[in-house]
Protein backbone atom coordinates (compact mmCIF):
# COMPACT_ATOMS: atom_id res chain seq x y z
CA UNK A 1 0.00 0.00 0.00
CA UNK A 2 1.53 3.41 -0.77
CA UNK A 3 1.31 6.71 0.85
CA UNK A 4 1.75 9.86 -0.62
CA UNK A 5 4.23 12.22 0.98
CA UNK A 6 4.88 15.36 -1.25
CA UNK A 7 5.47 14.48 -4.49
CA UNK A 8 6.68 11.05 -3.33
CA UNK A 9 5.02 7.49 -3.04
CA UNK A 10 6.63 4.67 -0.09
CA UNK A 11 5.51 1.74 0.00
CA UNK A 12 4.46 1.13 3.45
CA UNK A 13 1.71 -0.56 5.31
CA UNK A 14 -0.32 0.10 8.91
CA UNK A 15 1.68 -1.57 11.76
CA UNK A 16 -0.45 -4.01 13.34
CA UNK A 17 1.46 -4.72 16.66
CA UNK A 18 1.02 -1.91 18.97
CA UNK A 19 0.42 -0.80 22.03
CA UNK A 20 -0.38 2.12 23.66
CA UNK A 21 0.86 5.14 25.49
CA UNK A 22 -1.13 8.34 27.07
CA UNK A 23 -3.80 7.48 24.13
CA UNK A 24 -1.42 7.52 21.65
CA UNK A 25 -0.85 4.41 19.14
CA UNK A 26 2.88 2.88 19.17
CA UNK A 27 4.31 -0.67 17.49
CA UNK A 28 5.31 -2.68 20.17
CA UNK A 29 8.81 -2.62 19.91
CA UNK A 30 9.25 1.22 20.83
CA UNK A 31 10.43 2.03 24.38
CA UNK A 32 9.52 5.50 25.13
CA UNK A 33 13.03 5.88 26.43
CA UNK A 34 14.63 5.80 23.02
CA UNK A 35 12.04 7.80 21.36
CA UNK A 36 12.61 10.43 18.77
CA UNK A 37 10.24 12.45 17.22
CA UNK A 38 11.27 14.32 13.68
CA UNK A 39 9.33 16.08 10.51
CA UNK A 40 8.98 19.54 9.06
CA UNK A 41 7.97 22.38 11.16
CA UNK A 42 4.05 22.36 12.08
CA UNK A 43 3.88 18.81 11.63
CA UNK A 44 2.69 18.58 15.47
CA UNK A 45 5.75 17.32 17.20
CA UNK A 46 5.79 19.22 20.16
CA UNK A 47 2.15 18.44 20.67
CA UNK A 48 3.07 14.79 20.50
CA UNK A 49 6.24 15.22 23.18
CA UNK A 50 3.74 17.26 25.68
CA UNK A 51 1.46 14.49 25.72
CA UNK A 52 3.82 11.97 26.45
CA UNK A 53 5.32 14.39 29.32
CA UNK A 54 8.72 14.30 27.09
CA UNK A 55 11.75 16.57 27.30
CA UNK A 56 10.62 20.10 26.39
CA UNK A 57 13.49 21.28 24.71
CA UNK A 58 14.07 20.69 21.03
CA UNK A 59 17.38 19.05 20.08
CA UNK A 60 19.29 18.67 17.10
CA UNK A 61 21.42 16.72 15.16
CA UNK A 62 23.44 17.03 11.86
CA UNK A 63 23.55 13.62 9.90
CA UNK A 64 26.63 14.60 8.10
CA UNK A 65 29.06 14.59 11.32
CA UNK A 66 30.16 11.08 12.09
CA UNK A 67 29.17 10.00 15.54
CA UNK A 68 26.44 12.14 15.66
CA UNK A 69 24.08 9.10 17.71
CA UNK A 70 26.44 10.24 20.21
CA UNK A 71 25.57 13.86 20.88
CA UNK A 72 24.60 15.22 24.47
CA UNK A 73 21.02 15.80 22.36
CA UNK A 74 20.10 12.41 22.65
CA UNK A 75 20.17 11.33 26.00
CA UNK A 76 16.96 12.78 27.19
CA UNK A 77 14.08 11.06 25.78
CA UNK A 78 11.35 10.96 24.35
CA UNK A 79 12.06 14.27 22.84
CA UNK A 80 11.28 16.48 19.63
CA UNK A 81 14.66 16.83 17.49
CA UNK A 82 15.75 18.76 14.37
CA UNK A 83 17.45 17.02 11.59
CA UNK A 84 20.74 18.83 9.64
CA UNK A 85 19.83 17.01 6.11
CA UNK A 86 22.95 17.44 3.01
CA UNK A 87 22.42 19.22 0.56
CA UNK A 88 24.94 19.60 -2.99
CA UNK A 89 27.01 22.28 -2.22
CA UNK A 90 26.78 22.88 1.85
CA UNK A 91 29.05 21.35 3.51
CA UNK A 92 26.81 21.24 7.09
CA UNK A 93 23.33 20.08 7.05
CA UNK A 94 20.67 22.14 6.73
CA UNK A 95 17.27 22.45 8.81
CA UNK A 96 14.20 22.96 6.75
CA UNK A 97 13.41 26.05 8.59
CA UNK A 98 16.85 27.75 8.53
CA UNK A 99 17.18 30.77 5.91
CA UNK A 100 19.67 28.74 4.18
CA UNK A 101 17.65 26.34 3.24
CA UNK A 102 14.41 28.58 2.83
CA UNK A 103 15.74 30.95 0.99
CA UNK A 104 17.01 28.57 -2.33
CA UNK A 105 14.38 25.23 -1.15
CA UNK A 106 13.31 25.30 -5.05
CA UNK A 107 16.86 24.59 -6.25
CA UNK A 108 18.78 22.20 -3.75
CA UNK A 109 19.10 18.89 -4.43
CA UNK A 110 19.37 16.70 -1.24
CA UNK A 111 22.42 14.02 -0.98
CA UNK A 112 21.75 11.55 1.28
CA UNK A 113 24.79 9.62 0.22
CA UNK A 114 26.42 11.74 2.63
CA UNK A 115 24.36 10.82 5.54
CA UNK A 116 26.45 9.30 8.19
CA UNK A 117 25.18 6.11 9.81
CA UNK A 118 26.05 4.41 13.09
CA UNK A 119 28.46 1.27 12.93
CA UNK A 120 26.88 -2.26 13.11
CA UNK A 121 26.80 -4.06 16.55
CA UNK A 122 30.44 -5.92 16.62
CA UNK A 123 29.47 -8.41 19.29
CA UNK A 124 27.62 -8.97 22.44
CA UNK A 125 28.85 -6.47 24.87
CA UNK A 126 29.31 -3.89 22.40
CA UNK A 127 26.76 -1.02 22.16
CA UNK A 128 24.12 -1.31 18.94
CA UNK A 129 23.63 2.45 17.92
CA UNK A 130 21.67 1.43 15.25
CA UNK A 131 18.55 0.12 17.51
CA UNK A 132 19.45 2.45 20.10
CA UNK A 133 17.01 4.60 18.76
CA UNK A 134 13.17 4.38 17.87
CA UNK A 135 12.92 7.30 15.30
CA UNK A 136 9.38 8.61 14.61
CA UNK A 137 8.58 10.50 11.45
CA UNK A 138 5.89 12.77 12.11
CA UNK A 139 4.15 13.42 8.55
CA UNK A 140 0.52 14.33 8.30
CA UNK A 141 -0.45 16.01 4.72
CA UNK A 142 0.32 18.96 3.38
CA UNK A 143 -2.76 20.56 3.66
CA UNK A 144 -2.88 19.49 7.22
CA UNK A 145 0.26 21.19 8.05
CA UNK A 146 -0.45 24.33 6.20
CA UNK A 147 -3.89 24.28 7.71
CA UNK A 148 -2.22 24.23 11.68
CA UNK A 149 0.80 26.59 10.64
CA UNK A 150 -2.26 29.34 9.03
CA UNK A 151 -3.91 29.22 12.43
CA UNK A 152 -0.47 28.97 14.45
CA UNK A 153 0.70 32.22 11.98
CA UNK A 154 -2.60 34.05 13.70
CA UNK A 155 -1.24 33.93 17.14
CA UNK A 156 2.15 35.01 16.03
CA UNK A 157 4.06 32.62 17.75
CA UNK A 158 6.55 31.09 15.44
CA UNK A 159 8.29 33.59 12.96
CA UNK A 160 8.29 30.71 10.01
CA UNK A 161 4.75 31.21 9.61
CA UNK A 162 5.27 34.86 8.26
CA UNK A 163 5.42 33.57 4.63
CA UNK A 164 3.60 30.08 4.23
CA UNK A 165 3.87 28.23 1.37
CA UNK A 166 2.09 24.88 0.60
CA UNK A 167 4.35 24.09 -2.30
CA UNK A 168 7.36 24.39 0.40
CA UNK A 169 5.69 21.99 2.88
CA UNK A 170 5.11 19.74 0.12
CA UNK A 171 9.12 19.90 -0.66
CA UNK A 172 9.77 19.14 3.32
CA UNK A 173 7.36 16.41 3.52
CA UNK A 174 9.27 14.79 0.59
CA UNK A 175 12.55 15.28 2.08
CA UNK A 176 11.70 14.37 5.51
CA UNK A 177 9.69 10.76 3.43
CA UNK A 178 13.60 10.65 1.76
CA UNK A 179 15.45 10.70 4.66
CA UNK A 180 12.91 8.07 6.60
CA UNK A 181 13.24 5.68 3.89
CA UNK A 182 16.80 5.77 3.64
CA UNK A 183 17.37 5.63 7.31
CA UNK A 184 14.99 1.99 7.33
CA UNK A 185 17.26 1.01 4.20
CA UNK A 186 20.42 1.61 6.11
CA UNK A 187 18.63 -0.50 9.49
CA UNK A 188 17.44 2.11 11.65
CA UNK A 189 14.18 1.51 13.72
CA UNK A 190 11.75 3.92 11.79
CA UNK A 191 8.06 4.61 11.56
CA UNK A 192 5.89 7.12 10.30
CA UNK A 193 3.01 8.78 11.52
CA UNK A 194 0.20 10.46 9.52
CA UNK A 195 -3.62 11.00 10.13
CA UNK A 196 -4.70 8.29 8.23
CA UNK A 197 -6.39 5.17 9.86
CA UNK A 198 -6.62 7.96 12.90
CA UNK A 199 -2.66 8.78 13.53
CA UNK A 200 -1.93 4.91 13.56
CA UNK A 201 1.75 4.44 12.74
CA UNK A 202 3.05 2.72 9.36
CA UNK A 203 6.01 0.66 8.33
CA UNK A 204 8.28 0.46 5.24
CA UNK A 205 7.77 -3.03 3.24
CA UNK A 206 10.66 -4.52 2.57
CA UNK A 207 14.41 -3.29 2.40
Not at 19 to 28: C, E, L, M
Not at 37 to 48: A, E
Not at 102 to 110: A, G, K, T
Amino acid sequence: MSQIFGVLSLPLEPIRDLQTYRGARFPTWVKLGRLLVTGPPGSGKSTLINRLHGWPEEGYIDLTLKGWWKAQSLTLRPREIHLGLPFVGHGAGLTLFEPAWCDHWRSLEIDLDRVRYPPHRRHFLSVDWRARYSFEFLLPTAERIFAWRRERARRGTHPIDAELDEAQIRQQLTLFALTAQHFHQNGLRVYIRRETQDWAPWGFVGR
